[in-house]
């Protein structure tokens, strides 16, 4: 079975502080997807990598940076964290398209819950 | 304009019951795939069922079909025999192309509830 973690379940911080959500994968995929998901908004997407060293934006990227130095592991780092990151970010992974694999679906981690105050 | 529209904030269904939840796509593209997710209180998105484009044949997986009608751009889940483990929130979502992005674009979702 596919296994993507997220290092934690619920998180809460304080405004101005360096927040590191970290994801790790098990299955080799290339991909990896970092979103966040607000009630009535669905799951926007926040950064993703296709590879080792290599990121684009999503579509609401302002205020987070994202590192891949390994291929399993996709971190998501809030630089100065504000009230309105306070969200579910949730973590995803899939292997890279056009190889073959039909339907190529993410799977995703069991998100992490963080509260800025 | 909004490239995956769900329509339906919340659904109730009874026990036994089938349900169909909306979804509806805008893309310009010919190649695209079309996903369902379900996600419980646990927080854990669930891959459901895949549509692709050019699928003659609407998809089915155990309980869970897809009604895709291309010309009216829609792709609606339909749940047979719907059980209480079914009281999700379920996400319509769309991948552009074929290979060239591997990016889903989600919609707002359904909260579906199961009553006995």
Known sequence: D?????????????TGEKVFLECVQDMDHENM????????????LIYFSYDVKMK????????????REKKERFSLILESASTNQTSM?????????G???????QFFGPGTRL??? | AQKITQTQPGMFVQ?????TLDCTYDTSDPSYGLFWYKQPSSGEMIFLIYQGSYDQQNATEGRYS???????KSANLVISASQLGDSAMYFCAMREGLGDTDKLIFGTGTRLQVFP
């Open chain 1, 2 to 14: 596919v296994k993507v973690t997220q290092s934690s379940r619920y998180l809460v911080k304080r």
């Open chain 2, 15 to 19: 026990e036994k019951e089938a349900v």
């Open chain 1, 115 to 117: 509260t800025v105050l």
């Open chain 1, 33 to 44: 997807f970092w979103y966040r998901q607000d009630p009535g908004l669905g799951l926007r």
């Open chain 1, 99 to 105: 190889l073959g694999r039909y339907t190529n679906e």
């Open chain 1, 89 to 97: 970010y949730l973590c995803a992974s899939s292997f890279l398209g």
């Open chain 1, 56 to 67: 684009e934006k999503g579509d609401i990227p302002e205020g987070y940076s994202v590192s």
């Open chain 2, 66 to 72: 897809l009604n895709f009608q291309k010309a009216r």
